[in-house]
């Protein structure tokens, strides 16, 4: 809530690409203290928690290019969140600026795109979680709210809802119609359970 400035998920690894840019060969595989010079200070010196979060969500790769892959992955689903989050508490949010836009030079944190202007997925998370008209699941309230950031009026929109376990079998479908006011956001369905 109120205006959230220079945020964002902190390490934000750039495409294989990039990391073969800016990174010796002899040093390109596994991570090393090469690739920590090009983190931040602090709690951002290491890709320790982003690592971490890598692991844990999609397993450990075994590749740089399987890492640079499932980094895109993490990038996308860490900053997208971010930005639905403004969406659906505007206006109670009043703002936020991502911190930053790109980088000078070659790093791997804080960039939705790098030095060579190169995106990584953090970048089209952004763009998916500001497109004008959006569905945008809630995790504080386990609600999907529906975004409209344009200055259209929709009439009898449609919005199909379905939730899969981890096995991949659908428990629940349900489809939604509704209408939305310019500039404004409704919640639709509330989700069962937690």
């Known amino acids: 809530y109120g205006f959230n400035t220079e945020t964002g998920p902190g390490a934000q690894v750039p495409p294989v690409e990039s990391i073969r840019e800016m990174i010796p060969p002899e040093s390109l595989w596994p991570i090393n203290d ?9 709690e951002f ?3 320790n928690r982003y690592n971490t979060a890598m692991n844990e969500r999609f397993g450990k790769p075994a590749t740089l290019d399987e890492y640079c892959t499932k980094a895109q992955l993490l990038n996308y689903e860490s900053i997208r969140p971010m930005f639905e989050a403004f969406q659906a508490n505007r206006y109670d949010a009043t703002g936020i600026i991502q911190w930053m836009l790109n980088s000078s030079w070659p790093k791997l944190i804080w960039q ?7 995106p990584n997925g953090a970048f089209y998370g952004t763009k998916k979680a500001l497109s004008p008209l959006q569905a945008i699941y809630d995790y504080g309230t ?6 409209n950031s344009s200055i259209k009026n ?16 659908e428990f629940l479908k ?9 500039d404004d956001r409704k919640v639709v369905f509330k989700l069962p359970g937690n």
Do not use: A, P
């Open 34 to 42: 090469t690739w920590e010079y090009h983190c931040g200070r602090n």
């Open 45 to 47: 010196q290491t890709l």
């Open 112 to 118: 939705l795109y790098g030095f060579d202007l190169l």
């Open 142 to 147: 386990n609600e999907i709210v529906v975004s």
């Open 154 to 169: 929709f009439e009898d929109l449609k919005l199909g809802i379905r939730l899969f376990n981890l096995d991949m079998k």
């Open 174 to 182: 349900e489809e939604v119609t509704f209408g939305l006011k310019e």
